[in-house]
DNA sequence: TATTGTTATACTCTATAACTATA
DNA sequence: TATAGTTATAGAGTATAACAATA
């Protein structure tokens, strides 16, 4: 493995400046004041992913249990997602997310999606070329 | 104007999705203790935009004044920026670094920059040109 | 002993509401 | 009255350390 070069250095700079802006700005654009940001992305993950332990929740997200932990205690009391006993291990619980989960769902994406994608039609055709290829590259780089 | 394409919509759906973790992983990445990200970020503008009161940072950095004001006491017990009394207005004061805030910002920058860029070389050229291409169009989406 | 998950605790980040000082 | 900024308070988000239950 070679070291970063200049260029790499720049990069790096310029994105994690972009993304903390970007992020932050994401993260306050509350549409149901009922659901978080952290929870409706636990939630997609369930609802993706299918059952699933906590453990298994945390590793995805990139979280530490503890984390998950309040996540889930909090989509759960809301009735978005369900646990079930783990056949075969008692510690473990199976996480799998409800009807009223998949409406919260995607009702949410919808309405949080509309307030990006209005943003999004004032870019130009290229700027959007460029935010997709760019889409799947970040996906590698937040779960690597 | 028009509506949201189905294309821009799965678009930001995607884009939310990612940048969300990715900004996670950024900001977890914690290299010395005693700065934040948010405190570099608004040092890095302190620095970038030279002298400018609280207001102003707070304008550009997107955050409500009360939140610039924890963040710049901060700054400012550190010694990482000092205030001045502005000439006319006595409300105000004006908000420049100070060289331990240039070092600490040089420094800083360059050993989280280093995390990202660790990541980035094993990247292809392509993806890299992909995330410089992006850089620009998210630092519009993330400011505006 | 090792693993899974939870509880306890603390710190960062950010906001709204109420207030002070100045214009 | 309006504006710039601060203080008070609270909630979201996340982590580490210590613990309990189970394997």
Known sequence: MSQPSP???????????????????????????????SQLSALATVC?????????IAAIERVQPPSMTKILASLESAGWVQR??????????????TPAGRDL???????????????????????????GEAVEVLDRLGSE
């Not at 993706?48 to 298994?56: D, M, Q, R, T, V």
């Not at 079930?84 to 997310?97: A, T, V, W």
């Open 48 to 56: 993706k992913c299918g059952p699933l332990s906590a453990g298994e």
């Open 7 to 37: 260029g790499q250095a720049e990069l790096a700079s310029a994105l994690r400046l972009a993304l903390l802006r970007t992020a932050r700005r994401l993260r306050s654009q509350r549409v149901n004041t009922a659901v978080t940001l």
């Open 84 to 97: 079930s006993s783990h056949p075969d291990d008692r510690r473990q619980s199976i996480i799998e997310i």
């Open 105 to 131: 769902l995607a009702e949410e994406t919808r309405a949080r999606d509309e307030w990006l994608a209005k943003r999004l039609v004032e870019f130009s055709a290229e700027d959007l070329r460029k935010l």
